[in-house]
């Protein structure tokens, strides 16, 4: 697990961004995992702005959502499909047709799972996998006691993710308490994951997922395992690592070694 920390927010998302550009013009046709909530929203901006100038583009993409609540309709403004069409699709250049977002309203979502994961093995498999973190230290919407090994399913939400995620909902408003998540272990086949985290908010999970146990109280733990995983973060989310130092260390000499191989 490589842990690159950064000053603020701003750098994560380019840093980010960077990664995503690169495999654009070294795979036009990639497969990506993509994310919702607050913190990948620059990185998005950042691609978007890449993408108006023709700097990449996403005509051969195709993508794949992490997770959708249930029993949202996809033009309802809270499920992930319209923050997905909103914030980043209809500003890029993607078929949507090639976007996909769990089916949230599907009739039978134990169908909809499973076909949800011969979609993504039929497009080969994800190039990277973008993940945000919850505070419990849920990716998708596996939450705290999700299996290590599972795949896309429906997951019931913890009290704790239900309250974070309530700033989005009116007063009034139904909020899901269920969605459909990729699995841990769907997650676990991306060839690359890309993790943002940024606020202090976010310090006890981004500690325990890179010190803690392999464990399945903290599901994004289990990235420890995973053979290509970047976890790039703000000074703020970082704040609870034992030796941030040492991953500045090695991250200045991965740059290092970067330019010399490039030169
Ligand atoms: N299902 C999503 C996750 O995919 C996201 O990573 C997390 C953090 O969201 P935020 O980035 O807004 O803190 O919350 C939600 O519950």
């Not at 914030?87 to 949507?96: A, L, P, V, Y």
């Not at 703000?234 to 040492?246: C, G, H, M, R």
Request: glycine share 6%; proline share 5%.
């Amino acid at each position: 697990m490589k842990v690159v920390i950064l000053d603020d927010a701003d750098a994560v998302a380019s840093y980010g961004a960077d990664i995503f550009r690169e495999q654009l013009q070294a795979k036009p046709a990639s497969v990506f995992g993509l994310a919702t909530g607050s913190t990948p929203l620059k990185l998005y901006r950042e691609l978007i702005e890449s993408n108006q100038q023709g700097d990449i583009s996403f005509s051969e993409v195709r993508s794949f959502n992490l997770d959708e609540y249930m029993d949202l309709p996809p033009e309802h403004p809270q499920s992930y499909r319209y923050f997905m069409d909103e914030e980043f699709f209809k500003h890029i250049d993607i078929d949507r047709s090639n976007t996909h977002v769990p089916p949230g309203n599907a009739d039978n979502p134990l169908t909809a799972c499973r076909e949800y994961e011969g979609a993504i093995a039929a497009a080969g498999g994800i190039d990277i996998q973008l993940l945000g973190i919850g505070r419990n230290g849920h990716i998708g919407f596996n939450e705290p006691t999700s299996c290590l090994a599972s795949r896309t399913r429906v997951k019931t939400l913890t009290e704790e993710t239900i309250a974070d995620n309530a700033r989005f909902f009116s007063e009034g408003e139904t909020q899901p308490q269920l969605s459909i998540t990729m699995g841990i272990g769907t997650i676990m086949e991306a060839r690359l994951v890309v993790l943002l985290a940024t606020g202090e908010s976010k310090a006890e999970a981004i500690k325990a997922m890179v010190e803690g146990p392999v464990s399945a109280w903290c599901p994004a733990s289990a990235l420890q395992m995973h053979p290509a995983t970047v976890v790039i973060v703000d000074e703020a989310a970082a704040s609870a690592l034992s030796n941030p130092e040492f991953f500045k260390h090695i991250e200045r000499h991965n740059q290092a070694l970067l330019a010399r191989i490039k030169a």
